[in-house]
């Protein structure tokens, strides 16, 4: 009852104040008379005061996107007109980060330069009242209140961290205007975060993104109001107590000095995260740490083994060195399947002691963390027995705090001290594109990973978890383009800061008003477009038992279990005989379901390159991401145009063994089908010199060799990514490469021409090659 008596009373004391401003002198008199009425909007703040109405949140319905949205927001209707004749006034340092936002920001995404020579003001202030709410110190310093008024912009807080993220909501409120200023909602946005840390995972297993870009990952996840990065950096670091860890090329000392700092001016913490003792093919690989394998697999560390400890201790301490001034560390204990399987861990390889090897393994590294002024996150997962947690020291923070989680485990964390991030996957092992929306995925259907994330954080706490923060993780195992992941990254936090969440379509909108720009076109179109040709490319391939690898040591299942790996792949159709041109015909057969998916989905992918084309040319900001989104689109296309080309080729095949056709007839079709395979050839070899340009302006050649080192590729023992299956880039094509249509065709090629000699036939309309070639 109280949430509507106090919505009643807003409702009133709301329409007494539009009353109000529409009776004063809009130009001259209504400043002045204004600070009574905004008494009165400030003490609606403290009123249990919804910041959603209907499908739309208020600041929606007005025509504003705000991402992550505020926690109270109250809007009197009316816009203010902010152009550059502001001014910035403020007694914080000029060196802050919060002015250097403000100005850089609306200069890079309005082309904005605050004059001063006019009436407007734009006043940042240090205050311990900015926002009267019971706050823990962590979320109170990111706090923040903006109160938006004629001629005068207001943003407080209690320390400088809530002014640069007031900054960050007035840059993405700026709505242009057609006489090139700018409108805001006129009213009060009181905000802080619900959690208070909040990590977007990078991962690098698979690549390596240039410095440069990773500060522009940091500036614009510093804009959605991140406050800390997983750095899943593996052997991308020099590693200085292990050099030969570091793969060629991989980042300096100074560099991650660089990236840590610009990272802490942005409340960014940069937190390493290095995977140990399992995950460990990247170090393990080396023959000189050979001996320090589990059961001689390149998968997992001894960790009875003090060598082993010692090196995993040598690579934290070269993270820790590497990220001064930061106060978290991510001991990744990832799929730690093998725990005590080293003959020297000396108990009986068995369920119960794995799970209590593991906890020594944790708290050790927590005892070592300690020491170090680390925090210590972890994934608490298997092989941990529910009935051990009690052992885990308290302070530990369990990255992986899911739905899926039992009571029983929550309440032995709770119990034991041990903190939590409500954790999110907007990434596992789909191949080009997440799984943002709602599909059938390897045959069965699923929400989409938005819906997930978006009901993470409330669906813990229903189940007694307590999170104080949210991860949102993006793993490389398929060797995504990061740029693929700000949509997911966006919801995670979203939904991590506000409780009042918005719903997830006005979310997906604000996200693109936000990261593209207010004059943006429809975009949430793309992406579902992109979705569905990214699962048509997954879903095509066959496959078949690995030539490429051996088998694996094991699998989550346990050691020799799951060992045999596949190669994804597609049959080529059946070559005639070259005395008959009789053939088999399986080809239409067993792929025309596929055939018919290509059709129906050609010109929505035909007609979504259109749309990118038509988008980079539209929005304001961050054009290279849909160019990214290009590139994988002309992939998507040249997929679709070649399951479609082959099933023509299988026609002009066909055609070619029937009998009632003329010699002359058959070798025509036949040259058809020989000349579709050359397209598809010349199609792929021009895609992929494009899709090679666009990805190297972000990230360095996968697998580079640097200053005479070559990179070692040696595969995991235990896990097959599809990133993994080639040296360079060109995974992608790997499917592709293993139908051998190069070949193919040269196979035909001979047939043909061994058929019109065996006819007395001229063949036309296909080059001849040449010996010497």
Same mark, same amino acid.
């Given at each position: 009852?109280?949430?509507?008596?106090?919505?009643?009373?807003?409702?009133?004391?709301?329409?007494?104040?539009?009353?109000?401003?529409?009776?004063?002198?809009?130009?001259?008199?209504?400043?002045?008379?204004?600070?009574?009425?905004?008494?009165?909007?400030?003490?609606?703040?403290?009123?249990?005061?919804?910041?959603?109405?209907?499908?739309?949140?208020?600041?929606?319905?007005?025509?504003?996107?705000?991402?992550?949205?505020?926690?109270?927001?109250?809007?009197?209707?009316?816009?203010?007109?902010?152009?550059?004749?502001?001014?910035?006034y403020t007694s914080v340092d000029s060196n802050s980060i919060v002015l250097k936002r403000l100005r850089h920001g609306a200069k890079e995404l309005h082309n904005l330069k605050f004059t001063g020579v006019g009436a407007g003001k734009i006043i940042l202030k240090l205050t311990n009242d900015?926002?009267?709410?019971?706050?823990?110190?962590?979320?109170?310093?990111?706090?923040?209140?903006?109160?938006?008024?004629?001629?005068?912009?207001?943003?407080?807080?209690?320390?400088?961290?809530?002014?640069?993220?007031?900054?960050?909501?007035?840059?993405?409120?700026?709505?242009?205007?057609?006489?090139?200023?700018?409108?805001?909602?006129?009213?009060?946005?009181?905000?802080?975060?619900?959690?208070?840390?909040?990590?977007?995972?990078?991962?690098?297993?698979?690549?390596?993104?240039?410095?440069?870009?990773?500060?522009?990952?940091?500036?614009?996840?510093?804009?959605?109001?991140?406050?800390?990065?997983?750095?899943?950096?593996?052997?991308?670091?020099?590693?200085?107590?292990?050099?030969?860890?570091?793969?060629?090329?991989?980042?300096?000392?100074?560099?991650?000095? @660089?990236?840590?700092?610009?990272?802490?001016?942005?409340?960014?913490?940069?937190?390493?995260?290095?995977?140990?003792?399992?995950?460990?093919?990247?170090?393990?690989?080396?023959?000189?740490?050979?001996?320090?394998?589990?059961?001689?697999?390149?998968?997992?560390?001894?960790?009875?083994?003090?060598?082993?400890?010692?090196?995993?201790?040598?690579?934290?301490?070269?993270?820790?060195?590497?990220?001064?001034?930061?106060?978290?560390?991510?001991?990744?204990?990832?799929?730690?399947?093998?725990?005590?399987?080293?003959?020297?861990?000396?108990?009986?390889?068995?369920?119960?002691?794995?799970?209590?090897?593991?906890?020594?393994?944790?708290?050790?590294?927590?005892?070592?963390?300690?020491?170090?002024?680390?925090?210590?996150?972890?994934?608490?997962?298997?092989?941990?027995?529910?009935?051990?947690?009690?052992?885990?020291?308290?302070?530990?923070?369990?990255?992986?705090?899911?739905?899926?989680?039992?009571?029983?485990?929550?309440?032995?964390?709770?119990?034991?001290?041990?903190?939590?991030?409500?954790?999110?996957?907007?990434?596992?092992?789909?191949?080009?594109?997440?799984?943002?929306?709602?599909?059938?995925?390897?045959?069965?259907?699923?929400?989409?990973?938005?819906?997930?994330?978006?009901?993470?954080?409330?669906?813990?706490?229903?189940?007694?978890?307590?999170?104080?923060?949210?991860?949102?993780?993006?793993?490389?195992?398929?060797?995504?383009?990061?740029?693929?992941?700000?949509?997911?990254?966006?919801?995670?936090?979203?939904?991590?800061?506000?409780?009042?969440?918005?719903?997830? @379509?006005?979310?997906?909108?604000?996200?693109?008003?936000?990261?593209?720009?207010?004059?943006?076109?429809?975009?949430?179109?793309?992406?579902?477009?992109?979705?569905?040709?990214?699962?048509?490319?997954?879903?095509?391939?066959?496959?078949?038992?690995?030539?490429?690898?051996?088998?694996?040591?094991?699998?989550?299942?346990?050691?020799?279990?799951?060992?045999?790996?596949?190669?994804?792949?597609?049959?080529?159709?059946?070559?005639?005989?070259?005395?008959?041109?009789?053939?088999?015909?399986?080809?239409?057969?067993?792929?025309?379901?596929?055939?018919?998916?290509?059709?129906?989905?050609?010109?929505?992918?035909?007609?979504?390159?259109?749309?990118?084309?038509?988008?980079?040319?539209?929005?304001?900001?961050?054009?290279?991401?849909?160019?990214?989104?290009?590139?994988?689109?002309?992939?998507?296309?040249?997929?679709?145009?070649?399951?479609?080309?082959?099933?023509?080729?299988?026609?002009?095949?066909?055609?070619?063994?029937?009998?009632?056709?003329?010699?002359?007839?058959?070798?025509?079709?036949?040259?058809?089908?020989?000349?579709?395979?050359?397209?598809?050839?010349?199609?792929?070899?021009?895609?992929?010199?494009?899709?090679?340009?666009?990805?190297?302006?972000?990230?360095?050649?996968?697998?580079?060799?640097?200053?005479?080192?070559?990179?070692?590729?040696?595969?995991?023992?235990?896990?097959?990514?599809?990133?993994?299956?080639?040296?360079?880039?060109?995974?992608?094509?790997?499917?592709?490469?293993?139908?051998?249509?190069?070949?193919?065709?040269?196979?035909?090629?001979?047939?043909?021409?061994?058929?019109?000699?065996?006819?007395?036939?001229?063949?036309?309309?296909?080059?001849?090659?040449?010996?010497?070639?």
């Open positions: 009852m109280k949430e509507y008596e106090n919505k009643a009373v807003y409702c009133q004391v709301l329409c007494v104040l539009k009353n109000y401003l529409y009776k004063v002198n809009p130009i001259t008199s209504r400043l002045n008379s204004f600070k009574l009425p905004y008494i009165l909007l400030s003490v609606i703040l403290t009123l249990n005061v919804s910041n959603s109405f209907g499908f739309i949140n208020d600041l929606g319905s007005n025509g504003y996107s705000l991402i992550p949205a505020p926690q109270e927001s109250v809007l009197t209707g009316r816009d203010i007109v902010v152009d550059e004749s502001w001014g910035i900015a926002v009267a709410k019971d706050l823990n110190p962590k979320q109170g310093k990111q706090a923040y209140r903006i109160n938006i008024e004629h001629n005068v912009i207001r943003i407080s807080s209690s320390a400088e961290m809530g002014l640069f993220y007031g900054v960050q909501s007035l840059l993405q409120l700026l709505r242009p205007v057609a006489n090139g200023g700018f409108n805001l909602p006129e009213g009060v946005i009181a905000d802080w975060p619900d959690l208070e840390l909040r990590v977007v995972h990078w991962d690098t297993k698979h690549h390596q993104d240039r410095i440069g870009v990773l500060k522009r990952y940091l500036d614009w996840a510093a804009f959605f109001k991140v406050n800390a990065v997983a750095f899943e950096i593996e052997d991308k670091y020099e590693y200085p107590s292990h050099p030969i860890i570091g793969a060629p090329g991989a980042f300096t000392k100074e560099q991650m000095h @660089e990236l840590t700092a610009y990272a802490m001016e942005r409340y960014i913490q940069l937190i390493p995260s290095v995977q140990a003792p399992s995950h460990m093919a990247y170090v393990l690989k080396h023959e000189q740490f050979a001996h320090l394998r589990a059961d001689d697999s390149n998968y997992h560390i001894c960790m009875c083994n003090e060598d082993a400890m010692q090196l995993i201790f040598d690579m934290y301490q070269d993270m820790i060195d590497a990220t001064p001034g930061v106060n978290y560390f991510f001991v990744s204990t990832d799929e730690v399947y093998y725990a005590g399987i080293c003959e020297l861990c000396g108990d009986e390889y068995n369920e119960e002691n794995r799970s209590k090897i593991w906890v020594k393994f944790v708290n050790r590294v927590h005892k070592w963390m300690a020491k170090r002024g680390r925090e210590m996150i972890a994934w608490v997962e298997y092989p941990l027995f529910p009935e051990h947690i009690e052992l885990l020291p308290a302070g530990l923070i369990d990255g992986i705090m899911t739905q899926g989680r039992s009571t029983t485990w929550i309440e032995n964390e709770n119990k034991a001290g041990i903190k939590q991030l409500a954790y999110s996957s907007i990434q596992g092992g789909e191949y080009l594109f997440p799984n943002y929306f709602p599909t059938i995925y390897r045959n069965k259907q699923t929400e989409g990973r938005l819906a997930k994330a978006s009901n993470t954080v409330p669906g813990v706490k229903a189940k007694g978890a307590n999170p104080i923060g949210a991860f949102a993780a993006a793993w490389d195992d398929a060797g995504l383009h990061n740029e693929t992941f700000w949509l997911g990254w966006a919801t995670v936090i979203q939904y991590a800061w506000s409780t009042n969440k918005p719903s997830l @379509e006005q979310n997906t909108i604000d996200f693109m008003n936000a990261y593209y720009g207010y004059e943006s076109p429809y975009l949430a179109g793309i992406y579902k477009s992109l979705q569905k040709g990214a699962r048509f490319y997954e879903n095509l391939w066959d496959k078949r038992i690995s030539t490429e690898r051996k088998p694996g040591y094991g699998s989550s299942y346990g050691k020799g279990i799951g060992t045999e790996k596949s190669d994804p792949y597609m049959e080529m159709p059946d070559l005639p005989s070259a005395s008959d041109l009789s053939r088999g015909s399986v080809f239409l057969g067993k792929y025309a379901k596929k055939i018919t998916a290509a059709s129906v989905l050609k010109p929505e992918i035909d007609e979504l390159i259109n749309k990118l084309f038509y988008a980079i040319s539209h929005v304001s900001r961050n054009r290279y991401n849909l160019e990214v989104f290009l590139s994988i689109a002309y992939l998507e296309k040249y997929t679709i145009n070649t399951v479609l080309r082959l099933g023509k080729i299988d026609n002009y095949l066909a055609k070619a063994s029937e009998g009632n056709l003329s010699n002359k007839e058959k070798i025509q079709q036949l040259v058809e089908a020989f000349e579709l395979g050359g397209q598809i050839l010349s199609d792929e070899q021009n895609m992929w010199s494009s899709f090679q340009e666009v990805w190297g302006k972000s990230r360095f050649e996968k697998g580079q060799s640097v200053g005479g080192r070559d990179f070692v590729h040696i595969l995991d023992d235990v896990k097959d990514h599809f990133a993994d299956r080639r040296v360079g880039l060109d995974y992608m094509l790997a499917p592709f490469e293993r139908m051998e249509m190069k070949e193919w065709q040269n196979q035909l090629r001979q047939v043909i021409i061994s058929y019109a000699e065996k006819n007395n036939e001229e063949v036309k309309g296909m080059e001849v090659k040449r010996l010497e070639d």
